[in-house]
């Protein structure tokens, strides 16, 4: 749940700052008439996304165990790419975001296509909805299949971004202050440990498949020590997807994602940190 929780606050905040960004502009410069065309296309977008979930949930069953194992540690690895991806392409084009945004707005405005700034929304949100509905689908999948019900996750992710909403409402009123930076640096670690879980359950998916080797070949089993059924195992697999009984080849790819990704990550916002200026010196008459 509080993994879910994590990808609802993180992403529909990301949506809701760039709905307010395409607002703040629209009415800022007198031209609040085009306002219906931005909420159109951000409704379209939620149902776009609504519609990929239910496709992702629903349109496996009826397929044989080992096909919707297949499908879905498939599109679990899917999800960590998209996901992953997310994470370094906000880290990098975060400050130039509203800009390009405005450009797209003046452009589509000027243009007086009615479908121009309705197409800049499904793209914007759009964009954050499908990752949502894959990423969310994925953890849903692998803590649906555990002892927890199916519904947590989903509950989790729903009070997620009832937050960022609630959030991005008091940003655009400037009610409060948040240092984004800090935010979606935290998220952004903690989305790459929740990543490297799902990628290790997508592992473990294809394993059952039998489109990978080694589902037998244990790395370690940890079951008597930690009981599935307590408390801080399930916080562990709704939180990272840990899983007591883990193959060679789950610890492998789980290793081999997080060190590089979480790397470069770190190493990337700490050189795109802005640098203090240096200190005037003072001089005395």
Do not use: C
Request: zero cysteines; glycine letters at 12%.
């Amino acid at each position: 749940m509080l993994a879910n929780y994590l990808i609802g606050l993180r992403e529909g905040l990301e949506a809701a700052l760039v709905v307010s960004i395409l607002v703040a502009y629209l009415v800022k410069s007198g031209r609040r008439h085009l306002l219906p065309r931005i909420w159109a296309g951000v409704g379209l977008a939620v149902a776009i996304s609504l519609a990929f979930g239910a496709l992702l949930t629903f349109g496996p069953r009826g397929l044989t165990f080992r096909a919707q194992e297949l499908i879905g540690g498939s599109l679990s690895i899917i999800a960590v790419g998209f996901v992953t991806w997310m994470i370094f392409w906000m880290a990098r084009t975060a400050r130039g975001l509203a800009g390009e945004l405005r450009g797209r707005i003046d452009h589509a405005a000027d243009d007086g296509s009615a479908w121009g700034l309705v197409l800049i929304a499904v793209l914007a949100v759009g964009r954050e909805g499908l990752e949502t509905a894959l990423f969310l689908w994925a953890t849903s999948r692998a803590v649906g299949s555990g002892a927890g019900s199916a519904w947590t996750p989903l509950l989790g992710a729903a009070a997620g971004l009832g937050t960022a909403i609630a959030l991005g409402w008091l940003i655009y009123r400037g009610a409060i202050s948040i240092n984004l930076t800090r935010f979606f640096t935290w998220t952004g670690v903690l989305l790459v440990l929740v990543a490297a879980g799902v990628l290790s359950y997508g592992i473990h998916d294809l394993q059952e498949a039998r489109f990978l080797p080694g589902l037998d070949t244990v790395a370690f089993d940890v079951s008597d020590v930690i009981d599935p059924n307590t408390w801080y195992a399930t916080l562990l697999k709704g939180i990272f997807n840990f899983t007591p009984r883990t193959t060679v080849l789950q610890a492998v790819a789980w290793v081999l994602y997080v060190v590089p990704v979480l790397t470069l990550f770190v190493l990337g916002t700490r050189r795109r940190a802005p640098r203090p200026s240096p200190a005037t010196p003072v001089t005395t008459a």
